[in-house]
């Protein structure tokens, strides 16, 4: 019997594409999974290349060679130890597992201490792109074992999506590198679509505008500097008729958001780290306040609020994108910045250009805009802050005062805009050379004995504040 190159746990859409794409690619490649109808799927869609699963794990384990490869892409969390208790008894020292699922990055580094100890070589691997990426090319964020990764480096670079024949996957670092750099680009992934729901908003609800001409609106957008994944995907969202009502289908969705947890991490971590991403965490609180519903309704009905309506010009509308391309890139340059704090406090050995690099192509927040910051990183490896690439920066200056209009124009009409305002406020904020924070370590010195430093003198000082001197 010959024997496969890698093995699938877990079949189901991600899994399965993923397998499908390794056979395209000329891989021999088999599954596992309990559940018998994923089984079948498997043999349906992968008839070309004869693709069979299996449902007994230790059949599965003895049909493939050795040293094994086995790709977990399980749920999350108990799932992934379960499944990695099942298979260790099972295996041969030297044998690789990859759990490629959004585990979180604590997890994996726990994993792979665990696994290391007892001779088996393990790494987490973000992927982005959902079922089409899978299938067809995602983008891949492999970060631990380098030994293990280069055991599958030629599996993973055929199945990545290609950017000017650059393969979109590349070793992260070591430890739980790659799930946290998938953690961030998931927190970045919140935002955009956040700024993108503020701008519906103001379409919709400030200008008038209907479905037909959001979509045409998103579509002109989408073929300048705008262009990107999430926005061609939301332009579409806008065609889409509803066959229970005959109407649209975005009228008919409820607007409480859900999520699986991973903005909520990167916003916590952000904590951890003392690196701020205000615009992304903006996006995981709006999340979060739509589900009170109830609450928000009755509190629209209670208290006041000015007309939603703006006169519509075509200059606000301009204004519009490039509010929308200032908070796009905002997004970006707050999530690669808690990438860089991360790879010193964890040693994780981050390159920014690669990364930045491997998400032009596949992933969810591929965008035009990935491009220039590949370009400003790979200009200047070690620039401290995306904002201080002087590309970037001629960018940020042509579009603030549209970004400043739009942001002025819908907190006087009552427009909540929590993405765009902590976009212009961080960018004011970090373009501020002397903040009025020496208030704040007066005050904590005062009440608490905090202490302090001085800008005339090395040191640091305490002041007796009831006596007025030092």
């Known amino acids: 019997m010959n024997k496969y190159t890698l093995g699938m746990i877990g079949l189901g859409t991600m899994g399965r594409n993923l397998l499908l794409n390794m056979a395209d690619n000329g891989y021999s490649v088999t599954g596992y999974d309990k559940s018998p109808d994923m089984l079948k799927k498997l043999e349906e869609d992968g008839k070309a290349h004869q693709l069979k699963g299996f449902a007994v794990l230790e059949d599965f384990i003895q049909s493939l060679e050795l040293p094994r490869r086995i790709v977990l892409l399980v749920p999350a969390g108990a799932i992934v130890d379960s499944v990695i208790q099942e298979l260790v008894p099972l295996l041969d020292k030297g044998d690789l597992i990859i759990d490629s699922g959004n585990s979180h990055f604590t997890d994996t580094s726990r994993r792979a201490e665990e ?29 631990g074992d380098k030994e293990a990764y280069n055991a599958v480096k030629p599996i993973l670079e055929a199945v990545s999506a290609k950017v000017n024949g650059d393969p979109c996957v590349a070793y992260i670092g070591p430890g739980a590198s790659g799930h946290f750099v ?3 680009h998931n927190g970045i992934e919140y935002s955009v679509m956040q700024i993108l729901a503020e701008t519906y908003d103001l379409l919709k ?29 939301t332009k579409d969202i806008f065609k889409v008729k509803d066959v229970k009502s005959g109407g649209y289908l975005i009228d008919v969705i409820k607007d409480q958001a859900k999520s699986k947890g991973t903005g909520k991490w990167t916003s916590q ?19 979060d306040l739509s589900k009170f519903k109830t609450l928000r309704v009755a509190l629209g009905a209670a208290l006041p609020h000015p007309s939603q309506k703006v006169e519509h010009t075509e200059e ?3 204004h519009l994108e490039q509010a929308l391309y200032f908070a796009m890139i905002t997004s970006y340059a707050q999530g690669l910045h808690l990438l860089a704090q991360a790879s010193i406090e964890f040693k994780y ?11 032009r192509g596949g992933c969810i927040i591929r965008a035009v805009l990935l491009e220039d910051i590949y370009q400003a990183y790979k200009k200047q490896p070690e620039l401290p802050h995306l904002y201080s ?21 819908a907190i006087n009409h009552g427009i909540a805009v929590p993405c765009f305002a902590s976009a212009l406020t961080y960018y004011d904020s970090l373009r501020t050379a002397n903040s009025p924070l020496n208030l704040t370590q007066a005050q904590r010195d005062f009440f608490g004995a905090h202490t302090f430093e001085r800008t005339d003198s090395e040191g640091i000082f305490h002041a007796n504040w009831n006596e007025n001197n030092i």
Do not use: C
């Open 115 to 143: 696994l290391a100890a007892q001779g088996f070589h393990f790494f987490g691997m973000g992927i982005s792109g959902g079922e089409e990426g899978a299938r067809f090319g995602p983008s891949m964020m492999p970060g």
């Open 182 to 184: 998938k953690m961030v």
């Open 205 to 233: 609800n400030s200008l008038g505008y209907n479905n037909e001409q959001i979509y045409a609106t998103f579509d002109k957008w989408n073929n300048g500097r705008l262009k990107s994944f999430l926005l061609e995907v």
């Open 269 to 287: 971590v952000s904590m951890d780290l003392q690196l701020p991403i205000p615009t992304i965490n903006e996006s995981v609180s709006a999340r």
């Open 316 to 318: 606000f509308e301009a």
């Open 349 to 359: 050995e981050l390159n920014l250009q690669e990364i930045s690099q491997i998400w």
């Open 389 to 409: 690439d002087e590309s970037i920066q001629k960018q940020l200056k042509d579009i603030l005062p549209g970004t400043r209009n739009v942001v002025v124009t």
